[in-house]
């Protein structure tokens, strides 16, 4: 085969191009670091990275963004929680106190403003936020759990449900002798007495007797009870009648046998003999009633009950309805895994934290009434004006004597039951807080997990895409050595003419 010298001259270049493109795709990985610079150069290479990315990127979202803002949230919550469980703890001692000391004026004085203040700070703590979101308030993080203010323009017309177990008793003592009436001729020979009542308290007082169009409202058909074989008992067997604590014709608390005694001041249901008869083995019990005169610091209903909220000056058709339901704000925290980072107020603490704080407050308020209304007759007895009243004013403080020990024995009988709620509310709340301890748990298992994924994952793209730099030098001093030899060899062969062999 004859060779030319164009061949050899072929030949040489092609040999240095691919040398030269061989030193120039070495120089490239070493001075990139990086294995290809396109994906055409390796593409089981490109892809492969382009899939390691996506999913470093994705757990870098989980691990740098979603889970510390999970455990954000959930140390605000785990913080509130924890301060409502010391406030409890603070009222059960001072219920302890109330119920086992003999109480002076003082005494009793010291525990009421401190319950007061216990009271207003748990429904504080609930309102806790995290950055401006309400933790406590289920999917409504735009909406406090409690009102900031006093309100009047709104309407709520509330559904609250219970079971048989929630139906308690009250105790009250009835005829009860006022002493600014007092009149030398009256009988005071009758004793007052201590009745006890069977009755459903409702989360909310002071309820509304009039609808926005001043119609008056009762309960009458709103009163929904299913039996114990899942019959609804007929309304016209559960009659309602309104009783207001001043009226002077009838007493609340002494309800005839079959009706209901429903007082708005209080937001109780009173239930007679036989009415209670058909309510303890019922089922469920529901109850629609009205409020729209709220204070600052009281819960809104739409946290706890389902309702229907209208707004004072506006149509009916713009009535907001709330329906109460588990509201699990879920984040996600890893591929395909998702965990629920807020709690509910109404599955930490319960609505009727304040009920057995308001029930003490009126008793302690009760007998301090009645202790003033015997200092009253005592400064009667050493008025002259009254000497020849001695023996009626002395009828008129044994008598209140006897009210002062029956309303301290129910003193004292709120103070035993505020012991008893509170630890139940505590127990309560260490469940809620038992179970975001699991929860936060679980975010930091998986938080360590994703932490040395992601340590894997950046070791597999950085052997899929990075190259080695000391064997990447080694390979470019030997291609640099190879293109200098292919040059020189063709220095050699290309100065050779024809004329060098005449």
Known sequence: MRITNQMMTNNMLNSINKNKNNLAVLDQQYSSGKKIQRPSEDPI???????LRTNLTELNQYLEKNIPDAKNWM?????????INDILTL???????GSSDPLSVEDRESIVKNLEQYKQQIYQEGNANYAGRYVFTGYKTDTSLIFGKDTSNLEYTITENFTSSDIGTISKVTG?????????TADYS????????????????????????????DLNGKIKVVDKDGNEIPAADLPVNTVSLSSTTESPYEPDPDEINFIPETGELILGKNVYEKLRTAQSISVDYQKSEFQEGDLRPEHYFDCVVHEEGTDVSADKYYTKQDQQIQYEIN??????????????????????????????????????KIAKVDEMLEDPNYADQTEQLNQLKQQLETELTLKSSIMQEKFEKGITDSSKQQDTLNVAIADLGSRYKRLELTESRLSDQQVQFEDLLSNNEDADIVETYIKLSSAEVIYSASLSAAAKIVKNTLLDFL
Do not use: M
């Open 45 to 51: 290479v490109a892809v492969r990275a382009l899939k």
């Open 75 to 83: 140390d605000v919550t785990e913080g509130a929680l924890d301060n």
């Open 91 to 97: 009222i059960n001692t001072a219920c302890v106190q």
């Open 176 to 184: 009860v002798y006022t002493v600014d009436d007092y009149s030398s």
């Open 190 to 217: 009758a004793s007052p007495e201590l009745i006890s009542s069977y009755r459903i308290r409702l989360s909310y007082d002071n309820l509304d007797l009039t609808d926005a169009e001043g119609n008056q409202i």
């Open 335 to 372: 591929f395909n895994q998702k965990l629920t980072v807020n709690t509910q107020a109404s599955d930490a603490f319960g609505h009727n934290i304040g009920w057995f704080i308001d029930e003490i407050l009126t008793a302690v308020q009760d007998v301090a009434a009645t202790e003033a």
